[in-house]
């Protein structure tokens, strides 16, 4: 079975601070991880994938195995980062499990 | 280019009846999936469509089927709804059959079931 967990519901920082949204995950092969975001009124969408290796509007993310986490990081959230935060794995074939979001609030 | 669409917006639906959601891939993907999302929680995946054939299946019962045609759209199908079957259902198409790719997500079709 593969799972994930999102341990913070509502995260609040404040602008230029740094900010580290947690993601665990459960899965006994070797999976592939995303973090999809959705900003107010807008659709799901791709913010990035683990085997990119790249960073996206400041943020990165990496998968650690021993510790089966990837948790997402930007150095100073700026207010346009707040939105809901979802981990997603890619584990077994043809199954996409999502985390239950996190809310992050850059305050100003 | 258009993007990922889907309909209807809204939905109210009884218990114990079927309903019918259809959704609009993004030009030039040929892979569709579904998604149900209760409030406060994370998509759920139902299946995977890929050149009109099931191609992955979440932890859903049977009444829960889908169709996708030859010009890729899709429908997600649900029998006997329950009051538990009210949630936004999302669609989204990608471009290679796979999950690993970037899915592109629709607005959503809210279905509330009395």
């Known amino acids: 079975a593969q799972r994930v967990t999102q341990p913070e519901k509502l995260l609040s920082v404040f602008k230029g601070a740094p900010v580290e949204l947690k993601c665990n995950y459960s899965?006994?092969?070797?999976?592939?991880l995303f973090w999809y975001v959705q900003y107010s009124r807008q659709r799901l969408q791709l913010l990035l994938r683990h085997i990119s290796r790249e960073s996206i509007k400041g943020f990165t993310a990496d998968l650690n195995k021993g510790e089966t986490s990837f948790h997402l990081k930007k150095p100073f959230a700026q207010e346009e980062d707040s939105a809901m935060y979802y981990c997603?794995?890619?584990?077994?074939?043809?199954?996409?499990?999502f985390g239950s979001g996190t809310q992050l609030t850059v305050l100003p | 280019e258009t993007g990922v669409t889907q309909s209807p917006t809204h939905l109210i639906k009884t218990r114990g009846q079927q309903v019918t959601l259809r959704c609009s891939s993004q030009s030039g993907h040929n892979t569709v999936s579904w998604y149900q999302q209760a409030l406060g929680q994370g998509p759920q995946f139902i299946f995977q469509?890929?050149?009109?054939?099931?191609?992955g299946r979440g932890n859903f019962p049977p009444r829960f089927s889908g169709l996708q045609f030859p010009n890729y759209s899709s429908e997600l199908n649900v029998n006997a709804l329950e009051l538990d079957d009210s949630a936004l259902y999302l669609c989204?198409?990608?471009?290679?059959?796979?999950?690993?790719?970037?899915?592109?997500f629709g607005p959503g079709t809210r279905l509330t079931v009395l």
């Open positions: 469509y890929y050149r009109e054939e099931e191609n």
């Open positions: 997603v794995l890619h584990g077994s074939a043809r199954q996409l499990t």
């Open positions: 899965y006994s092969g070797s999976p592939e």
């Open positions: 989204a198409s990608n471009a290679g059959g796979g999950l690993d790719n970037e899915q592109f």
